[in-house]
């Protein structure tokens, strides 16, 4: 049974926050979210190919070049960044930078420390490309959109007064 006060309970604050933050620090932050933001690029890529998304055929809606754009920075490339994040993290891992060669200058131990924070960077890499995608799409979303409907209001304005003046010429003639 839960108090209403905000007094500290052992049985009740203890137990729960000691299993929530084990849970979220070493399951779900570096192991089940990762994972999850990679199966969503996954799913989200084979939609746009399914659905030819990617393309210039319907110009259709306010700004469709850049409605074009948009789809293809935001969701086709950061999308296909995350989903291949994890093989060329590796590949660059390998074959590059040659991690495997760390064994010939440390100890194993320190040498396995290593390896393994190498491969938890790789593979929560998606974590922060899925953090940059969504700090680009606001910025795009909200920012760039409002610019452009500013400048389109700026110039329906000029085209509204430019309008005006020929009617008020006409007027004195």
């Given at each position: 049974m839960e108090n209403n006060n905000d007094s500290f309970n052992r049985e009740e604050h203890l137990v729960p926050s000691l299993k929530a933050a084990v849970y979220y620090l070493l399951v779900y932050?570096?192991?089940?979210?990762?994972?999850?933001?990679?199966?969503n690029a996954a799913v989200?890529?084979?939609k746009l190919w399914r659905a030819r998304s990617v393309s210039f055929e319907n110009?259709?809606?306010?700004?469709?070049l850049w409605s074009l754009l948009y789809n293809y920075l935001v969701t086709f490339v950061f999308d296909s960044a995350i989903l291949l994040a994890w093989a060329l993290g590796l590949y660059q891992a390998l074959f590059e930078i040659k991690?495997?060669?760390v064994f010939n200058y440390m100890d194993?131990?320190?040498?396995?420390?290593?390896?393994l924070i190498g491969l938890l960077t790789i593979y929560t890499s998606v974590i922060f490309l899925k953090l940059a995608k969504e700090s680009l799409n606001f910025i795009l979303e909200n920012l760039?959109?409002?610019i452009l409907d500013v400048?389109?209001?700026i110039g329906q304005m000029l085209v509204n007064i430019w309008k005006l003046n020929i009617v008020i010429?006409?007027?004195g003639e």
């Open positions: 932050i570096p192991l089940l979210l990762p994972l999850a933001i990679w199966k989200s890529l084979a110009p259709t809606g306010k700004y469709p991690g495997y060669e194993f131990f320190p040498a396995m420390k290593t390896m760039i959109t409002w400048i389109r209001s010429r006409r007027k």
